[in-house]
């Protein structure tokens, strides 16, 4: 397999919060640049450079505005955060058992601290 560049990885891309929270809105349909820019304590350059990210990695496509060629809005393409989600997956047996782990520790515990009382 070849090395993944990270202006690439879909998994870089999804790894800043700011990215997350845009592709979040965008799950809502599709929006210009500046509509979701508005949504941010960023200035528009900023937001476009966390988009850029996310076109390069194919979370998102590009198109112009029917109705202004100057605007670009933006879109989801959720088929890629298809592995990022398979990767995630695979811990949820993990923190599954690990939460069945400590139930029982605490369980344990809160019988032992029982059994002192008594005596």
């Known amino acids: 397999m070849l090395p993944t560049r990270a202006n690439t990885d ?19 349909g599709a929006a210009p640049v500046t509509e979701l820019a508005a949504g941010f304590a960023m200035s528009r350059p900023a937001v ?31 088929m890629p955060l298809r592995d990022v989600a398979q990767w995630a997956q695979s811990y949820e047996l993990f923190w ?5 782990r400590l139930k029982t520790h605490v369980e344990k515990g809160a019988r032992r601290r029982a059994r002192e009382k008594k005596l």
């Open 10 to 28: 879909p998994f870089h891309a999804v790894s800043d919060p700011t990215r997350r929270a845009l592709l979040d809105r965008l799950r809502l």
């Open 48 to 78: 476009s450079r966390h988009l850029r990210v996310l076109r390069q990695a194919r979370l998102v496509r590009e198109r112009r505005s029917e109705h202004d060629a100057r605007q670009r809005v933006y879109q989801i393409t959720p």
């Open 96 to 100: 599954q058992g690990g939460l069945a």
